[in-house]
């Protein structure tokens, strides 16, 4: 018997020590695959990079990952106290592993097992734990990853502190919504920074972590809230927060403030998206998405407001005087329409905007209508006036005299609320609105610099994401003549030399038709000085010039001005028939004033990476002095100009000066009211395709362009000057029109005589007061080229006798109408 026992014995125990050498040898084994926790000591998260606009106001933020790493010491107690609740009250007393809760776990488990409950398995994870799964194991639930987890929980409870692994932890936590840390989710939940956040949204959010889709405050509001609760609770019995302040949490509403991705602010959509696409262009997407970089714009919200406001508005203006072409959709008012309604996508960076149903008509033929939050409206007759029936774009019907014209019930529409009349009684009053079929766009740049302050690429992103500023090559029309006009200044003309305004015919080649351009007006002025030809946009004129300079000329003004690249020498060119963008318009315009300085665009001041190092800058002029520590009686610092020249100083103000003409006298006089001094241009193409306006003050150019995106004739008579040049003008009176005139600076070397505007000869009641360069003025005894009249390889013919002229080079279509 004893035998037996000492057999048994001894066979038990070569059992257990068999086991634990078993589990000692597997645990030795995970132990040699356990990654490498050192890596945590520099751990560099993925960060979002943040873009502001040039006041410090945030614009856009892009991430794969959203997420704002903030370290522990910046971390708001009542942030960590809260999470500590939810998560780990014992954090800082465990060694990693919480010995109970693993209890407390397998029993649980052991119960699920034999119930035949389907359920995961509990983990009592410690946030230790959390930290050894989420960066260096997978959320695989099986015991060999448990085990891995435990055994790195210690290994970095040696190896780091308390803080530090709480600050991993806070700063990687997915708490839903694409937010990844703490400062993250505070922002998009609630678009505030840490400091700022309630008891209550800090225990929401420390109630995350768990399951953040089961807890969303919009579509689980009511499970939300029970977390939250069940966190303040929590928090309270850990003495984190008294017992009224607990209750008062309580009692607050849940109101989430969502933070979108991208661009942060409507308005600036069209801008962010060029930043961003900048960004990946030259540094990549590793450090756009995920290197957190802090990227200061040239990004003005202010002058942002106005562009977007004024290229709507003349947007919106073209299109009315084209008639209405018809709903949006339509809804079925015999059934749950007001649903349906609701859930219409709509433009959301038209804030203005709303979609409403027609549900029928009302007193005075109004037409009543119906949000989509459900509240009532409706639209009198007169806001209807402009609702012309659309036929094409150079026809429409009469004016609409009944409502029922234009609208029927069920018709989906956009309104926009308009002021109530005093003796208007009733729902409020909305105006019919209709989305523009013509688009465009609108730059503002400083001259001086580059930057750019303002870009409107469209209508609306939201319908269309395609930049219209920076991304459209189309005709520029006679916006483009000024290059032609400078390469004539350079070229021994003077602004009174004598052109003759009559028919010019060339031929194109050998088989081909001859090529008779004509001015806007189809008419001729006779001999006309060298301003009137830029100020009335006359096309014979330009085409004369350009033919007697050569275009190679013209060509090599417009490669460095910047307009085209790829520019041929044919004089239709000279018209504006090469395509270019607004932005090189904008570029070229802005030689012209900042008195012949070569300007490069620019989306972005500085770019700095996570550390704050700055890894890029526009402006890299040194500023000496500008670093003193204070005020001793010294000058102030300046700042030398080190861009190229590219064109004669005088040329680049001789330019100005009559482009301050175009809108004194010529056509774009729309503009004259502004109040402070303006210079510019307009374009128009053939079959009125494209409309144009470029101009500046001393310190502001700004580029408008109106067309369809798929090239077509606007309408007759619907010019640059008619179009883009009022968008310009309103623009401009936001922007400057408050501020005391500044003249252009007239720079050494130029002589002003009063001419006569006709003949250009001395008058001292002459129209204009003329700019020369020195030594060219009259009585200087200078000869101006043209002034005899002999103008150009296209000889002046009469056109029924065209045959045979001489040629020049073989010209395509023209463009440059007005």
Known sequence: MYRFFAYTLAGIAVLTISVFAGVALYLYKLSQDLPDYGKLANYQPPITTRVYANDGALIAEYARERRLFVPIESIPRRVIDAFLSAEDKDFYSHPGVDINGVMRAVITNAQNYASGANRRPEGASTITQQVAKNFLLTSDATLERKIKEWMLAFRLESAYTKDKILELYLNEIFLGSGSYGVAAAAYNYFDKSLDQLTIAETAYLAGL???????????????????RNWVIQRMAENQFVREEDAKKAIAEELVPHFRPAGAQSPEAQYFAEEIRRWIQQNYGDQSLYDGGLAVRSTFDPRLQRFGVKALRKGLVAYDQRHGWRGPVT??????????????MPTLIDITEWRLAAVTGFGANDSVKITLTDGSEGRIPLVELKWAKKFITDEKWGAEPKKASEVLTPGDVVYVEAVPKTAEAAGPPVFGLRQVPKVNGGLIAMDPHTGRVLALVGGFSFYASEFDRAWQALRQTGSSFKPIVYAAALDSGYTP????LDTPFVASQGQGLPMWRPENYDEGYAGPSTLRQGLEKSRNLMTVRIAADIGMEKVVEYARKLGTSEKMLPVLANALGSTESTLVRMAVAYSTFVNGGKRVVPAL????????????????????????TEGWTGQDEPLIANEADNILDTRTAYQITHMLEGVVERGTAMVARDVGVPLAGKTGTTNDYKDAWFVGFSPNLTVGVYIGFDQPANLGHGETGGHNAAPIFRNF?????????????????GIRLVRVDLKSGYPSSTGAVLEAFKAGTEPGSGYVARGDTGGMGTGEEVDPDAAEGAPGSQSTPGWSGLY
Not at 496 to 499: A, G, H, N
């Open 330 to 343: 339509r809804v079925d008012l015999a059934t749950d329409w007001k649903k349906t309604l609701a859930a």
């Open 209 to 227: 972590p768990k399951a953040p889709s089961n807890y969303h405050p919009v579509r689980n509001f009511r499970r939300a809230i029970e977390r």
């Open 604 to 627: 972005v001041d500085r770019i700095q990476d996570r550390n704050g190092k700055t890894i890029y800058r526009h402006d890299k002029r040194v500023c000496e002095g500008c670093n």
């Open 732 to 748: 401009m009176i936001d922007a400057v029109g408050g501020e005391p005139p500044v003249p252009f600076r007239i720079p050494p």
């Open 496 to 499: 009174s030399s004598i052109v």
